[in-house]
């Protein structure tokens, strides 16, 4: 009799977990435009790939499978918004991931920040994983910018590094940043929330891992901050009128389950606004 009702707890329970683990493998890729309306002749886009939230430690998602599953797509720049990982050891295991990116020639190049898992790493280590990162020709910006010229057009890429383990500098991040298009990367979305007189066109994020496990809600993600309590946890919001993303993630961090959310890869068509000439011209 006890056989039978440990039978009838233990065989549902591990479909369950092998449904959730085979979840986080189960990897969607999102198409986002941002200010495409209107002619190709008026506009200046940019292709993107975003990834986020890789957590060595915990991810399904092979560097070939990653291959495979963007080898036949152009990108112009490629965003990575940060936690790659937590421990020494696992270092080394980004580098296939670095290698495939590199593999898809991004006409502009590779940028990241970091995010606080990142920042568990004790200093010399840390510094280890931005020298790999900086080694396989990602440009880590850590409350900094660089421009661009795209057609013509400058476009600000601004890293502003991790909120939720109290390392933004807004004013540093911004301190280079002359009137153009501002696109924004890092890893703590809740930044938004903080940036009325920063101007961005469009922020990139990641953080919340849309959640990862909803039951039926993310009930645990509400100690993440404002917009986490607000329910804002994955996709394309608005905040002052302006779009922000929050990227879903490529790994898992605790458990490597999924319940209630997908391994996300994102890709971003991004319009420069042509308008912005006039800000350059006045300057």
Known sequence: MIFIILSAIIIP??????????????????????????????????????????????????????????KDKNFDLIALTGDFLDRKRTIPKLVPYLQVLNRLNAKYGIYAVLGNHDYVLKQENLNALI??????????????????????????????????????????????????????LTHDPNIVLHMENYHFDYLLSGHFHGGQICYPKAYHLVKMGKLARMKIIKGLHKQHGKPFYINEGLGQTGLNIRVGSRPEITIHEFALNALDQELIKAN
């Open 13 to 70: 329970l591990l479909y369950f977990i092998i449904k959730f683990y085979y979840n986080t493998r189960d990897v969607v890729i999102n198409e986002i435009k941002i200010n495409t309306e209107g002619s190709n002749e008026q506009l200046t886009s940019l292709k993107i790939l975003q990834l986020s939230d890789l957590h060595l430690e915990n991810i399904s998602i092979t560097s070939n499978q990653l291959y495979e599953d963007l």
């Open 131 to 184: 020298h790999t990162l900086e080694k396989h020709h990602c440009k880590v910006l850590r409350n900094e910018s660089e421009t661009i010229h795209i057609n013509g057009h400058p476009l600000n890429i601004i890293g502003v590094d991790d909120f939720s383990t109290k390392r933004s500098e807004l004013e540093m991040a911004y301190k280079n940043v002359k009137p153009s298009t501002n696109l924004v």
